[in-house]
């Protein structure tokens, strides 16, 4: 049971190139998530999804789009990348249950746009 | 979304209990009160969650007053192993009803 995993763990791209995140979970949940963390701050929800083939917007969706074709996968892609972009992405998954969840999280994607 | 205010940092010293409390005064009838804990270079991991009252695992205790608009993660007898930053969440069922604010970093000396 791998949990959550994240590819790739490292990527460094020059500013208008293009990439996809990819998340994969084996623990059969609902939700997934796709969040960035900045150094020194919290993590900021970009998108997520509460089913195979639905996805919605988070906090700081913009220049970034995802799909969610099967259950157990979350991309997250990038079409122009920007030097804004830098950060840590880390994907989540949870599975509701008596009105609450509790997320697992993936080890993260280092981010470099130059 | 509820959003909750804690310290920004705190030092302790091996052995000790830390007592790390939130605040979340927009606290809604139906939110749960979970407690992550971030290793640098990890993503953050579950320790707790409650509604009222108090709530104790093998980690961690969390105690929740009647009016639930605080609430306090305690770590009994803290390592070195315990630095980190801690988040307090509050919300409803899904991640998009929950907000991580800036988190406490907990820094334990020897």
């Known amino acids: 049971n791998a949990g959550v995993t994240q590819t790739p763990k490292f990527r460094v791209l020059k500013t208008g190139q293009s990439m996809t995140l990819l998340c994969a979970q084996d623990?059969?949940?609902?939700?997934m998530y796709w969040y960035r963390q900045d150094p020194g701050m919290g993590l900021r929800l970009i998108h997520y999804s509460v089913g195979e083939g639905t996805t919605a917007k988070g906090e700081v969706p913009d220049g970034y789009n995802v799909s969610r074709l099967k259950k157990q996968n979350f991309l997250l892609g990038l079409e122009s990348a920007a030097p804004s972009q830098t950060s840590v992405y880390f994907c989540?998954?949870?599975?509701?249950?008596?009105?609450?969840?509790?997320?697992?999280f993936g080890p993260g994607t280092r981010l470099t746009v130059l | 979304l509820a959003k909750t205010t804690q310290p920004i940092s705190m030092d302790s010293y091996e052995g000790q209990e830390v007592n790390i409390t939130c605040s979340h005064n927009n606290i809604a009838t139906n939110d749960y009160i979970t407690w992550y804990q971030q290793f640098p270079s990890q993503g953050p991991r579950f320790i707790i969650q409650g509604y009222k009252t108090k709530v104790t695992n093998e980690v961690a205790s969390l105690f929740i007053p009647a009016d639930r608009k605080s609430s306090t993660l305690s770590l009994p007898r803290v390592s070195l192993s315990d630095t980190a930053v801690y988040y307090c969440l509050v919300g409803g069922t899904g991640g998009f009803k929950t907000i991580f604010g800036a988190g406490t970093r907990l820094f334990v000396k020897a």
């Open positions: 989540a998954s949870s599975f509701p249950t008596g009105g609450t969840d509790t997320q697992y």
């Open positions: 623990m059969n949940h609902e939700y």
